[in-house]
């Protein structure tokens, strides 16, 4: 299959660069006096300080400022199982996010093994060298059992992207687009397509926001209390929690008279405009599927939608994790949280959507750019407030 031209601009300054990242020292120009302090024989007193006060590891080290995106490389974009090596251009993009924008140390590890156990020993393993764990692109429901294991056994915080990143910008977006049609988010029916991490995340998210009637659907249909078919834990904790009608069926017959639609369900062309014309009126569309969304912005406007998002940075309304990431890990960081909470990733959604005045709010602006130098300062703020360990 041939490349489009911003493909074909993408492999070519991939293989231009190389690589994306690159290891540096921070000292400019290392001199020869300080050859011996920052290795032999003065580094022997540092690992002594250590060695005799654990806690002086964040104070002379930079395990305080390194963090790891870790995957197995089973559910890359919306690319599938491609392995760890072609998973590799993806975790270095966001190492170089993580710097730029959160001036943080952030090393892919793309591991070349996919059991749930191994994946959980080798992080385990190399909890020593980072300040906080990121999970990326791991197959549903493995990744949220390692999630889970994970956040009972280490002291630093897991954060799962595809879950809590993808879930604060969902959120975030979602409650500016809801001002500008006047709907309020306690009132609304929402349909979330995928039920895997991001679709487990953003719904405990919404609900946890306030929203009392989300349905979330699979392969299979609807998810609901008593549903038999194709079920795990983590879907039985969603069916406890949303669809209070216990709605049935397909994803055609649960869309009617729907308020907003979000689709983090990994399959292009899932909507298509009838779908559309049957949902309430103003209807929300967040295809946030990537690389290829549920469906295209210009077809969704032709089937009436109001207001539409997506997770490509080709079009306007960009709803994507990278919005989050950076920003909240700088704050998890500093303030060594060490799990990641629902009041946490209320907290930051709520900072990102206030980033935007309601004056500058419109249908092609619902979330601020990712260049905007006050989120940062905002999700700071709005975290200062919480206690949070």
Do not use: W
Request: with cysteine.
């Amino acid at each position: 299959m041939g490349l489009d031209e911003n493909a074909k601009k993408a492999v070519a300054l991939h293989k231009r660069l190389k690589g994306k990242i690159i290891i540096t020292g921070k000292i400019s120009k290392l001199r020869r006096s300080e050859i011996q302090l920052i290795y032999t024989p003065g580094v022997a007193a540092v690992c002594e300080e250590i060695y005799h006060h654990a806690g002086k590891k964040y104070e002379l080290t930079s395990k305080g400022n390194n963090v790891a995106i870790v995957t197995d490389g089973t559910r890359i974009l919306g690319l599938g199982n491609i392995g760890p090596y072609a998973a590799l251009p993806v975790m270095e993009g966001k190492a170089v996010l993580y710097r730029e924008f959160g001036g943080i140390s952030a090393f892919p590890l793309c591991l070349n093994v996919t059991k749930k156990e191994e994946i959980i020993s080798t992080i385990k393993a190399i909890e020593p060298a980072f300040g906080a764990i990121n999970l990326e692109d791991i197959e549903s429901p493995k990744v949220l059992e390692i999630s889970e294991a994970l956040e009972n056994s280490l002291s630093i915080p897991v954060f799962h992207d595809d879950r809590h990143g993808t879930s604060v910008v969902a959120l975030a977006a979602l409650l500016n687009s809801l001002k500008l049609v006047k709907k309020q988010l306690r009132l609304i029916k929402i349909i979330v397509a995928g039920a895997g991490s991001a679709g487990y995340g953003i719904t405990k998210l919404l609900v946890a926001a306030g929203c009392k009637n989300v349905i979330v659907t699979d392969s299979d249909g609807a998810i609901y209390k008593g549903r038999i078919g194709n079920m795990n834990k983590y879907k039985g904790e969603l069916a406890k929690i949303t669809n209070p009608k216990r709605e049935k069926g397909k994803l055609p017959d649960v869309m009617k008279n729907a308020d907003v639609f979000i689709g983090v369900s990994g399959k292009k062309n899932l909507v298509n405009p009838r779908l559309i014309k049957e949902m309430s009126r103003d209807p929300i569309i967040f295809a946030l599927t990537n690389p290829d969304p549920e469906i295209k912005p210009e077809i969704a406007k032709k089937g009436g939608a109001k207001i539409i998002a997506t997770g490509s940075y080709l079009y306007p309304n960009k709803v994507n994790n990278a919005l989050v990431f950076p920003h909240l890990m700088r704050v998890i960081l500093d303030r060594r949280i060490s799990k990641i909470t629902a009041d946490l990733l209320l907290a930051t959604a709520k900072a990102i959507a206030g980033t935007i005045s309601e004056k500058n709010l419109d249908y092609n602006n619902i979330i601020p750019d990712m260049y905007d130098k006050r989120i940062q300062k905002n999700i700071v703020q709005a975290l200062s407030h919480l206690h949070l360990k």
